[in-house]
């Protein structure tokens, strides 16, 4: 069995007068793509900014690495998220658009002051992945594409090492090429063993990526299991989620 790197344990979240996340149950081995699924309103946005802290659990826990984090016992201890190597990429990216991709990138290296000071291979590695990013160094990230601006976002978690990556929609709004371009990188992103947690509503790049998968609907998780059984079973995706990911090859 695989260790297991995130877990939360009957997480439920308030936010104001609404009760958004209703015992939120699941486990993220490390090393591993996990997919959270779910129609829209399910909760998956909520469950990611619950994990990050932005929002805090009213009651259950969240666990890392063996560590507290969030809920009843994380209040107690209330750890610094960016110490841990947990890196998050909101669905709104979080660029810096008045400064350039140069900066934007400097900004997200936690041990760096001046872009020298980031280690040379990675950033080659980065620009490998992500061609754009070397191309329009220079340039305020506020001009770049939609498409671009998500990558120079994954970029961002991605310049240092992390043992853990929080991705919300990637390839939302972006076109189907781009759509590619995006799950090739994160493939090789998997070889490097990082363990990712990735909510999206494309299947096709859920399907591409995940390991495994948890489905949620009305802020609780409905189905826990390998992403393959999933994609592989359309009367459950039916059930699951209204709709099949053969049809979205």
Sequence with gaps: MNNILLKLD???????????LHGVDFEVPAGEVT???GRNGAGKT??????????????????????????????RITPDISQLGIAYVPESMGIFSDLSVREN????ARNARTIDD???QRLEWLFGLFPAIRKFWLYPAGKLSGGQKQMLAICRAMVEPRRLLLIDEPSKGLAPTIVQ???????????????????EQNFSVAKALGDRVA?????????RGGMAELADDESLQHKLLGLSLGAHQ
């Design 35 to 37: 997919m959270l699924l």
């Design 46 to 75: 909520t469950t990611l900014r619950t994990i990050m802290g932005l929002w805090q659990a009213s009651r259950g826990n969240v666990t890392f690495d063996g560590q507290a984090i969030g809920g009843e016992r994380g209040r």
């Design 105 to 108: 990138l400097l900004l997200a």
């Design 215 to 223: 489905v949620m609907d009305d802020g609780r998780v409905v189905h």
């Design 181 to 199: 371009n995006l799950i090739a990188a994160l493939r090789e992103l998997k070889k490097t063993q990082t363990t990712v947690l990735l909510v």
């Design 118 to 120: 980031i280690d040379t």
């Design 10 to 20: 009957g997480v439920h979240t308030h936010i104001g007068a609404y009760h958004i």
